[in-house]
């Protein structure tokens, strides 16, 4: 017994150092407390998140197309690939649609902003343009064009994901189109750049903790908790739809490919618990893509469906917009009739697609579908101002769960999941651990982190460890993760 309390000790310090799940919700427990304690100090380490958040950015880009080109080789099937973008914009639109339809049920039931009693003329439309930057959504003819790049140095400079994946498809099928014989360099070239691109990856990630307490301890610190009294309904009812969803996209896992999300969510725990500290998914696309290779996803559909997910799957987006479209009309006294709210629920269909990466994006949204509307006060978005930060957590939580189920959803559509590999994976009879094993081999000096060796393949069955192809004679010996066989 007298040893107890130092081995407890001892436990929780080798955690705090080696995992960083414990060190993000160490972080996420500082941020909590500078910003309730000291709000104004809190507001000064906000660069912090920022910053991470500007460093992930910068090697997205280069990953998808690294991921896909070798994918689309890797697959050695064009046609297969144009398959699974089809039905991964099936399964977009038949996702997104079906969390517009239950936000719109939930608010009618509950009916959020029922007796506020809001006089419009009280509100200041112009407090909207200062969080949009006065911008506007791109039309639908606008986004498709928009998708296609006018210079491939463009679509990297501008972090545009649509465009690189449009750049990469190009240049996956010119690969398979001339062959490993006439261009026998550029495979193992763009194979070894992403190899690259992991390293990097696994440096940044060092920096997580640190983003979780600058960007918790901002938002703890600016908004407080006055909006949970003013808005606790409406809050309580997006995070309620949400589950609910998020409930029904387990059953659909389960229904078409066998596996648990609840499984999922766990071995992807340390993933969700940095992208709620930042309020950002863009920020584990990284490491999302090669647990998903590492589960069993081949990588031309992880490649193309997660990426694509991040601009048509807005599962998490779409609740929180049909409740706050139906919230500020209650607020306002507007009754919207069964025709207007099938209305709400088309323009919204569109508008949501052309969401991603504009700022402020969902009130532009909400405006545009007031407009459409015409019975909606513009001003009236304006109610929304205090809460909308309190949402990113439910929009990223379920516009990230909604991609990767999506992924492994489309992946066994299309013959692209090895599903006993996933099962053993989401056990945890088959050791994981992609991002561990890249930051040892980083710091060890190894050439190639073992996970970043399974981008150059199609997925196989794993191999004993030690017979990585990518060990070097001077690396020391690093345990091959079950992408690496």
Same mark, same amino acid.
């Given at each position: +017994? ?73 697959? /050695? ?30 608010? =009618? ?7 506020? =009693?809001?006089?419009?003329? !009280?509100?200041?439309?112009s407090a909207v343009d200062g969080r949009t930057g006065? /911008?506007?959504?791109?039309?639908? !003819?606008?986004? &498709?064009?928009e998708a296609l790049p006018d210079s491939a140095v463009?679509?990297?400079?501008? =972090? ?44 940044? +990630? ?62 992807t725990r340390e993933e969700l618990l940095l992208a ?36 048509? =799957? ?8 049909? &409740?706050?479209?139906?919230? &500020? ?30 700022? /402020? ?29 309190? +949402? ?30 996933? @099962? ?23 050439? @190639?982190?073992?996970?970043? %060796? ?8 794993? %191999? ?22």
């Amino acid at each position: +017994m007298p040893h107890t309390s130092p081995s407890l000790v001892r436990r929780a310090a080798g955690s705090l150092r080696t995992s960083l799940f414990t060190q993000v919700v160490f972080a996420l427990v500082l941020g909590i407390l500078l910003g309730r304690l000291w709000p104004d100090a809190a507001t000064a380490v906000q660069p912090l998140g920022d910053g991470f958040i500007r460093l992930i950015k910068a090697v997205i880009a280069p990953l998808v197309f690294c991921v896909v080109v070798v994918g689309i080789a890797g697959a /050695g099937d064009l046609k297969g690939f144009g398959r699974i973008g089809v039905k991964a914009l099936i399964w977009f639109e038949v996702a997104t649609t079906a969390a517009l339809l239950l936000g719109l049920v939930a608010a =009618n039931l509950v009916g959020p902003g029922t007796g506020m =009693n809001v006089d419009p003329a !009280s509100l200041d439309p112009s407090a909207v343009d200062g969080r949009t930057g006065g /911008g506007e959504l791109p039309s639908t !003819s606008q986004f &498709i064009l928009e998708a296609l790049p006018d210079s491939a140095v463009g679509a990297f400079a501008q =972090n545009s994901l649509l465009q690189v994946l449009v750049l990469a498809c190009l240049v996956g099928a010119a690969v398979l189109h001339l062959g490993k014989t006439k261009v026998p360099a550029i495979l193992p070239a763009v194979e070894q750049a992403q190899q690259v691109v992991f390293a990097v990856v696994g440096f940044i +990630m060092r920096l997580a903790p640190l983003a979780v307490f600058g960007a918790t301890a901002h938002l703890v610190g600016e908004y407080g908790l006055g909006a949970l009294k003013t808005y606790g309904k409406l809050i309580a009812l997006c995070y309620g739809v949400a589950l609910l969803f998020l409930l029904l996209l387990a059953v659909a896992l389960k229904v078409v490919t066998g596996l648990s999300l609840w499984k999922f969510v766990r071995y992807t725990r340390e993933e969700l618990l940095l992208a709620l500290g930042t309020a950002s998914s863009e920020t584990v696309m990284p490491r999302m893509m090669q647990k998903l290779r590492a589960a069993g996803c081949r990588d031309d559909a992880v490649g193309l469906v997660l990426p694509t997910g991040y601009s048509f =799957n807005l599962d998490g987006a779409s609740i929180y917009l049909s &409740i706050g479209t139906l919230f &500020i009309a209650q607020a306002v006294e507007v009754d919207l009739s069964l025709g207007q709210q099938v209305t709400v629920v088309l323009v919204l269909m569109l508008t949501s697609k052309g969401m991603a990466g504009v700022p /402020g994006s969902a009130f532009l949204a909400l405006s545009a579908t007031a407009s459409a509307l015409g019975v909606i006060p513009a001003g009236a978005v304006a109610l929304l101002l205090g809460v909308d930060r309190i +949402m990113d957590s439910m929009r990223v939580t379920t516009n990230l769960l909604g991609n990767c189920v999506a992924v492994f959803a489309v992946s066994r559509w299309e013959g692209a999941l090895d599903t006993e590999r996933a @099962v053993r994976v989401l056990d945890g009879k088959e050791p994981v651990a992609v991002v561990a094993k890249t930051e040892e081999a980083v710091e060890a000096g190894a050439g @190639v982190p073992p996970q970043a %060796e399974a981008a150059a393949e199609p997925v196989k069955p794993a %191999e004993p460890a030690g017979l990585t192809k990518s060990a070097e004679p001077t690396a020391p010996s690093v345990p091959a993760g079950p992408a690496g066989g």
